[in-house]
């Protein structure tokens, strides 16, 4: 395609259904905004971009800073069709395509589609087949929707399509349905292409892909991302205790049979020591020592899998689940491999888990430093939590 291309992002939206700015929000590494700015920048066949702005014309033009191609930014409308109109007015390219900006997962094969399609017809844009039975109805007296409404027509699903952006027109035409649209019609615009079918011009469908959504919602947001801000979080947990005679060796709340145990306030259970330590760290909740200190007679030779358990309130009460536990044994002696399953077992119980969010490993150090001589045994944990 040799006609100019104006990519024309719609940004002026006010957020108000999703309670923050949609459009600064992070996606990993780079916001909304950004990631929509980058896939038209990126697209071979689009020339420049025009920005439609409400009052964030200072954090648009902030964020379309590092983009390569001609940029510019337009003041929007009071509304959607307005703010439309004022990108392609402002547009240089014969041919314009009409995104909204909250569509950052729109692909370069969908963009290319509809703008080889508009070049030859028009108008194009993408869509995707509506995958769920749809029905039309009356809307009834109830406060919500759809409470209270009365089903009139299941339509026929095999003709129904959700349409996308980018919308993509020859401008002249677009200008020209513009200046052709009466009042009357032109409160019957809901898209761009609206613009087109209700002055009596033809609109080609292109494919569209499902990825290509519209963030509106929280709901919309890619999982884990729902919430505002990050909603996981990593700990990591260490321990070491002195391997002394005369104690049991307990670790993941299993005895296990050797002739040394491990020297601490309570049963020194290094393994669930650490799990606990990296649970509560994800969460910036302290340490054991905090919650149990060695100074209270109370925890003297206490069971270490009761104050995990306990550990897993404490995160609940804060409003945090755990997700998965992975830690490592540093042990020379005595070989532990026998003995994981059940220590798996025991304190997945304890932290309320299955066991196949349990992982425990168990090395030696190659008779090199504290460990490795068999004067004590550490471990190390690390934990993911979530946000309930």
């Not at 983009?67 to 510019?72: D, L």
């Not at 402002?90 to 370069?108: L, M, N, T, W």
């Not at 080609?204 to 290509?212: E, K, S």
């Not at 066991?355 to 504290?370: P, R, Y």
Request: charged share 25%.
């Amino acid at each position: 395609m040799k006609k100019r291309v104006t990519a024309v992002l719609v940004a002026a939206g006010s957020s108000t259904r999703m309670g923050f700015d949609k459009l600064s929000f992070d996606l990993g590494g780079e916001t909304v905004v950004q990631r929509s700015i980058r896939a038209f920048a990126e697209c071979p066949l689009v020339d420049e971009i025009v920005l439609v702005a409400g009052k964030n014309r200072e954090f648009l033009e902030q964020q379309a800073a590092a983009c390569q191609k001609p940029v510019q930014v337009v003041p929007g409308g009071a509304t959607r069709a307005e703010s439309a109109k004022n990108g392609v007015l402002a547009a240089s390219g014969e041919i314009v395509a009409v995104h909204d900006a909250a569509r950052p997962f729109v692909s370069e094969a969908v963009i290319e589609a509809a703008l080889n399609a508009a070049a030859l017809c028009g108008a194009a844009a993408p869509a995707v087949p509506v995958k769920d039975t749809v029905k039309t109805a009356k809307r009834g007296d109830g406060k919500t929707v759809p409470e209270g409404c009365s089903v009139t027509e299941t339509p026929d699903r095999s003709t129904l399509y959700a349409v996308q952006t980018p919308q993509c027109f020859d401008r002249a035409a677009y200008l020209a349905a513009l200046d052709e649209l009466d009042e009357e019609k032109a409160r019957l615009v809901t898209d761009d292409c609206s613009l087109f079918e209700l002055t009596g011009r033809p609109v080609q469908l292109t494919q569209g892909d499902y990825a290509n959504l519209k963030i509106t919602t929280r709901e919309d947001l890619p999982r884990p991302e729902q919430k505002e801000g990050t909603n996981m979080r990593i700990g990591h947990g260490y321990d070491v205790h002195r391997l002394v005679e005369g104690r049991k060796l307990i670790l993941g709340g299993v005895e296990v049979p050797f002739e040394k145990g491990l020297l601490g306030h309570s049963d020194a259970d290094v393994l669930a020591h650490a799990v606990m330590d990296a649970v509560l760290g994800a969460a910036a909740l302290g340490d054991i020592g905090k919650h149990f200190p060695d100074t209270d007679p109370e925890y003297s030779g206490a069971d270490s899998l009761k104050l995990a358990r306990r550990v897993a309130e404490i995160l609940h009460e804060n409003g945090w689940k755990i997700e998965n536990i992975d830690s490592t044994i540093l042990c020379q002696r005595p070989k532990l491999a026998a003995y994981i399953p059940a220590m798996r077992e025991k304190l997945a119980e304890a932290f309320g888990l299955p066991v196949d969010a349990v992982s425990v490993k168990a090395t030696t150090e190659e008779h090199l430093g504290f460990t490795g001589e068999g004067l004590g045994i550490a471990a190390h944990a690390v934990a993911l939590i979530e946000k309930l």
